[in-house]
Every structure is written in structure tokens, then in C-alpha cells.
């Protein structure tokens, strides 16, 4: 198997300072000399997605274990941030995530969604790919052997790569992904959608 390069911390430094060259900046004056170490820092959290090793430990608990099986819906909001991928420009907004938990399978620990949504986000991504991300690692987080019956999320991004360049438009992005009862059950989907816009 052929040994992968990777770019050393000097090298990425120069790659800064040489782009801070070709804007016409002058990366020596007082302002910009601890700007590269200062972006690669910055770079280090905000692309954690990429190391497995920050993942997020995902905590479950046995559905009835204190004595209540739970199979209504579970609903979580929050904001995310993320850069889009082809701009490595900001993109954020609003995450709605709701599941139906198996009867005889797992609960999520509500602060974990939170965590997954920071994790999956934390890389360049587009919206589309990470509500993919999302469910699919919440998911595997609850088992295969008693799945959740199903999982729901909508996030809505406003992207900086269309309203600070390009097109200088204010809007709303709006994707989506739903699994198993929600996308079979029209009425569950609906009491999902209602919950969002009563939230």
C-alpha cells in the first residue's frame, strides 16, 4: 500500500503565507505574522470532522430498562455551522431531527444529536451530504439489531458562498432526510412538519 504524504505544519504555513501574497498582502507587517499558525489552529477545529478520534461517544439506553418503553416521537432542535466544499465558505442555520425509537432496541441521549450534528458539520461538507451523515451515524449508534423505526431531519442553511459572492442573494436552503415510518407514514411526517414550524 503506498504511504500517503501528508503536508507538514511549516509547509501548510507557507501555503498561507503564499496566499496571503497573491491577495497582496504583506504577511511579515505586524497584523499578519502569527496569522498562518492562527489559521492552521483555527483550521484544527473547525475540520475536527475529519479525525475520527474526536468523534462523539454516542450514549443509548435500553428502551423500558426503568420500566417505560418509549415509541412516540423524540424531537430535537438546535444550529449548526458548517463550510461548504466548494467555496470553504460558512453555510449555518437550524437542525429539526426527530426519531421513533424500537420498542426493543435503544434511546438516543438527547445531547448526543447535538454532538453528532457539531461532528459531521465540523468538515467541508454540502447540506445535502450532511443530513445524509447525520442520520446514518445516529443510526448505526442505536444498533442493527433492533434499528429505530425511523429517523427525520430537516436543516435550513443560509450559505455565504451565494450571499456575500456570486449570486449576493439572502436565502434559504432547505434539505432533507427521512428513513423508514417517515417516509411511509404520511400523518407522522406531518405531525414532524408541524413540529417545526410550531418550534
Given at each position: 500500500?503506498?504511504?500517503?504524504?501528508?503536508?507538514?505544519?511549516?509547509?501548510?504555513?507557507?501555503?498561507?503565507?503564499?496566499?496571503?501574497?497573491?491577495?497582496?498582502?504583506?504577511p511579515?507587517?505586524?497584523?499578519?505574522?502569527?496569522?498562518?499558525?492562527?489559521i492552521?489552529?483555527?483550521?484544527?477545529?473547525?475540520f475536527?470532522?475529519?479525525?475520527?478520534?474526536?468523534?462523539?461517544?454516542?450514549t443509548?439506553?435500553?428502551?423500558?430498562?426503568?420500566?417505560i418503553?418509549?415509541?412516540?416521537?423524540v424531537?430535537?432542535?438546535?444550529?449548526?455551522?458548517?463550510?461548504?466544499e466548494?467555496?470553504?465558505r460558512?453555510?449555518f442555520g437550524?437542525?429539526?431531527?426527530?426519531?421513533?425509537?424500537?420498542?426493543?432496541?435503544?434511546?438516543?441521549?438527547?445531547s448526543?444529536?447535538?454532538?453528532v450534528?457539531?461532528?459531521?458539520?465540523?468538515?467541508?461538507q454540502?447540506q445535502?451530504?450532511?443530513?445524509?451523515?447525520?442520520?446514518?451515524?445516529?443510526?448505526i449508534?442505536?444498533?442493527?439489531?433492533?434499528?429505530?423505526?425511523?429517523?427525520?431531519?430537516v436543516?435550513k442553511?443560509?450559505?455565504?458562498c451565494?450571499?456575500?459572492?456570486?449570486a449576493?442573494?439572502k436565502g434559504?436552503?432547505?434539505?432533507?432526510?427521512l428513513?423508514?415510518i417517515?417516509?411511509?407514514?404520511?400523518?407522522?411526517?406531518n405531525?414532524?412538519?408541524?413540529?417545526i414550524e410550531?418550534s
Amino acid at each position: 500500500m503506498k504511504e500517503q504524504n501528508y503536508t507538514t505544519k511549516g509547509q501548510a504555513e507557507q501555503a498561507i503565507r503564499n496566499l496571503l501574497h497573491y491577495i497582496g498582502e504583506d504577511p511579515d507587517r505586524e497584523g499578519l505574522r502569527g496569522t498562518p499558525d492562527r489559521i492552521l489552529r483555527m483550521f484544527e477545529e473547525i475540520f475536527r470532522g475529519y479525525d475520527p478520534k474526536q468523534a462523539p461517544k454516542i450514549t443509548t439506553f435500553q428502551n423500558g430498562a426503568d420500566g417505560i418503553v418509549y415509541d412516540e416521537m423524540v424531537f430535537d432542535k438546535g444550529d449548526f455551522y458548517s463550510l461548504c466544499e466548494h467555496h470553504a465558505r460558512t453555510f449555518f442555520g437550524e437542525y429539526y431531527f426527530a426519531y421513533i425509537p424500537n420498542p426493543k432496541g435503544r434511546i438516543l441521549g438527547i445531547s448526543k444529536i447535538g454532538r453528532v450534528v457539531d461532528y459531521c458539520s465540523a468538515k467541508l461538507q454540502i447540506q445535502e451530504r450532511l443530513v445524509h451523515d447525520i442520520v446514518d451515524m445516529l443510526t448505526i449508534a442505536l444498533g442493527e439489531e433492533n434499528p429505530p423505526l425511523g429517523m427525520a431531519l430537516v436543516m435550513k442553511g443560509r450559505h455565504m458562498c451565494k450571499e456575500s459572492r456570486g449570486a449576493r442573494k439572502k436565502g434559504i436552503m432547505v434539505s432533507s432526510y427521512l428513513t423508514g415510518i417517515f417516509k411511509t407514514d404520511s400523518a407522522l411526517r406531518n405531525e414532524f412538519l408541524q413540529m417545526i414550524e410550531k418550534s
